[in-house]
Each structure stands twice: as C-alpha cells, then as structure tokens.
C-alpha cells in the first residue's frame, strides 16, 4: 500500500534472476587458506571499517552470528557505504561472501588487478548470503571490500564477511572457539500443527541446531525458528545448541511446548466465511476523497491507512487528516466506525504502507507496539490491526508484539497482513514465520500481486503479475505451507491508478478466485485441490475503488459473498 502510487519495480527480472541463482563454489580450498577480512563480525564495533557520511553503525539485533552486526542507513545522495582494505595475495583467487539483511544491499571489491566484481540483493526481511569470487593480479597486494545500500531505501544490515582464500599476510581475527549453550530458548508460539521458538545469541555462534525430543529438527542462522509437521493436541520438548566452525555447544535448558487442537485457526469474530478488505486512505493523493460511511457495504473489513511511527521505538499513534478530508472531523469518525460495526463491518487500524517504518527489534520495542496499538483500539474503537511493514521485520519480536496484543484486546482481535510478494516466497522468510507464529490469533493474510515483477509459483515456475496464473500460483505457496485456506486473501488495484503495475480487471480477480476454491477458470496454472473456505480478496483502495465508480467492489464483492 501507498500514500502515492506506487513504482513498479524496474528490477523485477533481476528479482526473477535472483531467486533462481544457484551459487557455484570456486573450488576445493586449501588448507592454508583462512578469512583475511579483520572484524568479519563487528563484534568490535566498526574497528577496521570506515562507513561513508557516518552512515555505519552496530547493533545487537539483528544479528547473523555473535553478538553484533553492521546496520549502515542510505540517506540523501549517500548510499552507505563501508569499506576495509584487505591485504591479499597476488595470482590467487578468493571467495567474498556476506549475510545481509533488510534493504538493498551490494557486496563487492575493487583493486583486484583483474575484474572487480559485485553481487546484490533485493530487499530481503531474513538473513541472506551474497557470494561471489574475484581473482587478484599479479601485482596486487590489497583490494578494497565495501557493502553498501540503495539510495532511498531502507536500512541494511550486515554480518559475518569473509574474503576467504590465501593468507595475505594482513591478519586474521582470532579462531573460533566452541560457543557456549544457548541460553533464554523460549515457546513463542503454537499451532496445531507447529511450534515457534525463541533464544537468545551466542557470541561467535555462526549456526543453531534445534532438537525436538532429542532429535535434530531444524538448522537456523538466527535466533528464532518454527519446528512444523507436528501432531495436533501433543507436547513436544525441545532444546538448542550454538555451532561455529570449531564445533557445537552443549544443548540449552528444555522447554516443552504442546500444539493447539486441530483447527484452521484464525482471529476476530462475526465476519462471514468469505469476506471483502479495502483500504480506506487518510490522506488525498488524487482519489476520491471520502468519509468511513462513504465506503460501501461490500467491505467487510476497512483497513484505516495508516498509522504512523513515533518517537518511541515501536509504538505508534493515529491522527485524523481533517483538513486533507473536508473538515471530516475526530467525532464524525468515531461515529461512522460504531456506524459500520453497527452493520456488521469490522475497521481495524493499518500499520506501515510504503512510507511507514516501525521498528520492532526488541521486547522493550514489542511491548510499545503492542500497548501503543491497543490504545487506538480503545479511543477510536478499532477492531485490530493490519500489519503492512514493507521494509521487512523480525519475525521473533513482532510475533511477540501482536500476542501482547491478543492478550489485552481478547479473541474479538482482527489480525491482518499484507506483505509484498517477495515476502511470502518461502516460509523461512520473516513476514511468512510470523504468519504462521501466529497463526491461532491470524483472520486474513491478503498479499499484495502487485507492484512486484515476476514471481516464482509453488510449482517452481516464474510468473509475471498481471494474470490469473500469478494470483493462482503464488497463493499456492501459502496454502501448501501452513496457512489455513481461510487466512489467505488475493490483493490486488482498485484501478490501474491505484499501482504502479499488476493491476488485473475484477473479472480476473473473480477467475482466480473460481481456480482456487473450484478449480474452474483456471489458467495454465492449476492447483491440486480446492480450496473452497479460502477467505475472499482484498483492494488497495476503497478511494481508488470510487474514483473508478465502485467497479471493483461491485464485481469482486459480489462474487467473494457468492463463493461456496
């Protein structure tokens, strides 16, 4: 979602390219070779590294390994940019490898004597290895390493960087001894089917194993992970152990955690099977501006954009644009909202849009969500909340943040999400770990088929927005990966206004719809079963929905309420 019309993406075929890099080693190493980067880790602060327009700085969360990692911020014309000289050997060649995380980030060297080289990524909301290899020349005695981010976009972070191949003769961080055990290993969550986890960092720890009833479950670089395929009504013990390359720590404290009955799960009371999301704009970017009681009565869930960020880390707050709304005034609002629940409707609060960034990266940052979020519940008589962070998330915090939530606002909460296609690839990214965190508290997940380039589908295969294979295909991915049918919702333009690209006629939408829960319509895509209690279809924005006379809402939303 956008304040402004969104650009497409110019990227979306690297995007494409991207996801279906398989990275090629440069050979078997010598035993001789060794990581010549010194403070690969920032366990030292930035000691080593100079960062442009001091744009660097290291934080304890998020981190790859240890205990620290590099968070460098672009702004204005600068992309920050940090950079280390590293001392090399001539004639040889060299693996250069980092984990990143957030906004774009770009990893390369120069000086080599050869051909300098670089690799990038997307903006990504967990940890992810850039890798590529260089080869010095034969008068080369140093290179120059440097990470930097994209002008305009959001932070990035950095860990654990390596320049690995000969001795160049510069130094080396001291060898890696064995971590010690993990130690705060905490039950964040449960479902029917899976159980999340949380523990603190180990300093030097490259890698976690998790062990479920004394067998290895899963292998994670941070700290938090979802052990799913589980019996439903059963409890589980698990423990967790820190690795690097010089061996595994001793395995924590056990916690025992039991799944949830089975259920497709799902928050929020009183909607209907198949229900109908529109983002209501406080602002006026061009569409028709209206009020909450001009939106019409086929949205079954109005998403009030949007909240904004404050001072305090995590918490945010609402303010009413009456001016930029006709005068519509605080009391007006209040009214229409008791207005639409009145008529069955629920009006929640979105968080986050393409401008918004709320950081939620701590406990302390968590709780402010989570009483900041359930304030404006009470003085505006909010349903709940819709979380739209496009510049990613920790899956660990905020999952802790919306079950603070749950616990004051009580099982009437309606949770929703609207992440960006790149989001939800795979469930090992962060939005898609928190769906599932919570997925006994979740109502709807409606992705955004828009503004997004091509996508791989759950078949393997690329998918350009824009048809009814890209809508098919990629909610696929979510309904074979723990979401139940009922927590996924297709999103998609009100107008070819209302987004930069992926727009689709609501007769599209309504194919797509017919594929998934009936397996007619469907394009050269089509899924293995149906889906018949898939919960409906939302649009960004009832605004750009009128200004294009309520074609969307009229066409789409009859068709959701008349699904099976």
Request: charged content about 10%.
């Amino acid at each position: 979602m956008s304040p402004h019309i969104r650009s497409a993406r110019l990227w979306s075929a690297a995007v494409t390219a991207a996801l279906a890099l398989t990275f090629v080693g440069t050979g078997q190493a010598s035993a001789a070779d060794v990581n010549n980067v010194r403070n690969a880790g920032f366990e030292s602060g930035l000691a080593n590294w100079t960062c442009s327009a001091n744009s660097g700085t290291t934080v304890g969360s998020p981190v790859h390994g240890g205990t620290a990692a590099l968070k460098a911020t672009p702004a204005g014309q600068d992309n920050a940019r940090c950079t280390q000289t590293v001392a090399v050997k001539p004639n040889s060649t060299y693996s250069l490898s980092a984990w990143v995380q957030g906004g774009y980030a770009y990893l390369g060297v120069t000086g080599t004597g050869t051909t300098d080289v670089s690799t990038w990524t997307p903006d990504s909301p967990t940890w992810k290895q850039l890798t590529t290899s260089f080869t010095t020349g034969s008068a080369t005695t140093s290179v120059t390493l440097y990470l930097n981010g994209w002008y305009g976009q959001a932070a990035y972070y950095a860990d654990d960087v390596q320049v690995f191949g000969p001795d160049g003769g510069g130094g080396t961080d001291p060898a890696p001894t064995v971590p010690a055990a993990p130690a705060g290993l905490a039950v964040t969550g449960t479902t029917s089917s899976s159980v999340s986890l949380s523990w603190n960092g180990v300093s030097g720890a490259t890698a976690y194993t998790v062990y479920r009833d004394g067998a290895k479950a899963a292998t994670v670089t941070g700290t938090s992970a979802t052990v799913s395929g589980l019996a439903a009504s059963t409890a589980y013990s698990f423990q967790v152990t820190a690795s690097n390359a010089a061996g595994e720590s001793a395995r924590s404290a056990a916690v025992t955690a039991t799944t949830a009955a089975t259920g497709g799960g799902g928050g929020g009371t009183g909607l209907p099977k198949h229900a109908v999301t529109g983002y209501w704009q406080n602002f006026n970017n061009g569409a028709t501006v209206q009020k909450l009681s001009d939106v019409p009565s086929a949205y079954d869930i109005i998403a009030v954009a949007f909240a904004d960020a404050t001072t305090t880390p995590g918490a945010v707050s609402f303010t009413l644009d009456s001016a930029g709304l006709g005068g519509y005034t605080v009391d007006q609002f209040k009214a229409d909202i008791r207005a639409k629940q009145a008529a069955g409707k629920k009006v929640i609060v979105s968080v986050g849009g393409q401008n918004g960034t709320v950081s939620i990266n701590d406990s302390a940052s968590a709780t402010n969500f989570a009483n900041s979020v359930y304030a404006l519940m009470q003085t505006y008589g909010f349903d709940g909340v819709d979380i739209d962070l496009e510049n990613g998330l920790n899956a660990t915090y905020m999952t802790q943040a919306l079950r603070a939530l749950a616990a004051k606002a009580g099982p009437s909460l309606i949770l929703t999400m609207a992440p960006q296609t790149i989001d939800m690839q795979s469930p090992s990214a962060g939005y898609f770990q928190t769906a599932l965190n919570v997925k006994d508290i979740l109502t709807v997940v409606n992705m955004q088929y828009y503004n997004s380039g091509s996508m791989l589908g759950c078949d393997g295969k690329v998918y350009s927005q824009g048809t009814v294979d890209f809508l098919t295909a990629l909610a696929c991915i979510q309904l074979q990966n723990g979401l139940a049918p009922s927590q996924v919702g297709l999103g998609l333009p009100a107008s070819t206004r209302a987004a930069g690209g992926g727009y689709v006629a609501p007769s599209v939408v309504n194919a797509a719809l017919d594929c998934l829960t009936k397996l007619t319509d469907c394009g050269t895509f089509k899924p293995s079963k149906t889906y018949p209690d898939l919960r409906g279809a939302m649009t960004w924005s009832t605004n750009w929905d009128a200004t294009a006379g309520n074609a969307w809402s009229t066409t789409v939303g009859a068709h959701v309420h008349a699904l099976p």
